[in-house]
């Protein structure tokens, strides 16, 4: 069974990294587009899909699927671990801040310029090299 959920953990992994990368890449393009136009009504049901239908579900699943191998690995006392889930928190924060900004977008409300948005869309790309440095290379 560990193989299995090591593997779900690992798709699930990959399906939330790829949303956290296109979303505000998707927010660039957003921008550009203007809001009231066709273009920002697409964008509108993009984001929302990818979020709904893709990102939610990956990131439970991360979450649900990494804490059950670390307490099968009985890894919770290991300071690569603490080092891991902080970085995964974050993450989540990142998510959780791409969400909102869904919704300001679905609203018309947004302030922020696509410039702003290509710098966010680096944050989830150092998380993610902290995070496989960590798995991978155990450096603590």
Same mark, same amino acid.
């Given at each position: 069974?560990?193989?299995?959920? $090591?593997?779900?953990?690992?798709?699930?992994?990959? #399906?939330?990294? !790829?949303?956290?990368?296109?979303?505000?890449?998707?927010?660039?393009?957003?921008?550009? !587009? +203007?809001? @009231?136009?066709?273009?920002?009504?697409?964008? $509108?049901?993009?984001?929302? @899909?990818?979020?709904?239908?893709?990102?939610?579900? #990956?990131?439970? !699943?991360?979450?649900?699927? +990494? =804490?059950? =191998? !670390?307490?099968? +690995?009985?890894?919770?006392?290991?300071?690569?671990?603490? +080092? *891991?889930?902080?970085?995964?928190?974050?993450?989540?924060?990142?998510?959780?801040? =791409? #969400?909102?900004?869904? @919704?300001r977008f679905a609203n018309d409300a947004?302030? *922020?310029?696509?410039?702003?948005?290509?710098?966010?869309?680096?944050?989830?790309?150092?998380? /993610?090299?902290?995070?496989?440095? /960590?798995?991978?290379?155990?450096?603590?």
């Amino acid at each position: 069974m560990y193989l299995w959920i $090591k593997a779900l953990h690992v798709i699930s992994m990959v #399906a939330w990294m !790829a949303g956290m990368l296109y979303l505000p890449r998707l927010f660039v393009y957003h921008v550009e !587009a +203007g809001p @009231r136009t066709p273009q920002s009504e697409t964008f $509108k049901v993009m984001e929302r @899909r990818l979020l709904r239908a893709i990102m939610n579900p #990956a990131m439970i !699943a991360v979450w649900i699927t +990494g =804490l059950w =191998l !670390a307490y099968e +690995g009985g890894w919770f006392r290991d300071g690569w671990l603490h +080092g *891991k889930i902080l970085l995964v928190v974050l993450l989540s924060g990142c998510h959780g801040f =791409l #969400a909102a900004s869904t @919704r300001r977008f679905a609203n018309d409300a947004n302030v *922020k310029s696509s410039r702003y948005f290509r710098v966010v869309n680096e944050i989830p790309t150092v998380l /993610l090299i902290g995070i496989v440095i /960590l798995v991978i290379v155990k450096p603590f």
